[in-house]
């Protein structure tokens, strides 16, 4: 079992940078893929990227791709979302999640362990 928590999230400018970190706990973190996602206000949650445990298989979602990099650091059991080019369609809670498995890593509903979000607000 791992435990995350989100951290970084916070009210940007549009055109800014920010990065969100996610600390993982326990001694076999690279043995997990990992995952970006967020929910915008009103809306369900969807998915931003992923990473597979070693960190060289990345994948985005269409509207964050080239804006957002998705990377790890299994020595530091820390995962991390660059993003750039802020824009306030980017508003929303982000969440980092956990699985063994890295068949589709789009798919929320697979995903056993979940952080409790960090709030990212993008100012026009």
């Known amino acids: 079992q791992v435990q995350l928590v989100e951290s970084g999230g916070r009210l940007v400018q549009t055109g800014n940078s920010l990065t969100l970190s996610c600390a993982a706990s326990?001694?076999?973190?690279?043995?997990?893929?990992m995952g970006w996602f967020r929910q915008p206000p009103g809306k369900e949650r969807e998915y931003v990227a992923a990473t597979s445990g070693s960190g060289l298989t990345t994948y985005y979602a269409t509207s964050v791709k080239g804006r957002f990099t998705v990377s790890r650091d299994n020595a530091k059991n820390t995962l991390y979302l660059q993003m750039n080019s802020l824009k306030p369609e980017d508003t929303a809670v982000y969440y980092c999640?956990?699985?063994?498995?890295?068949?589709?890593?789009?798919?929320?509903?697979?995903?056993?362990?979940w952080g409790q979000g960090t709030q990212v607000t993008v100012s026009s």
């Open positions: 326990g001694r076999t973190f690279s043995t997990y893929a």
């Open positions: 999640a956990a699985r063994r498995d890295f068949q589709r890593p789009t798919v929320q509903g697979e995903y056993p362990y």
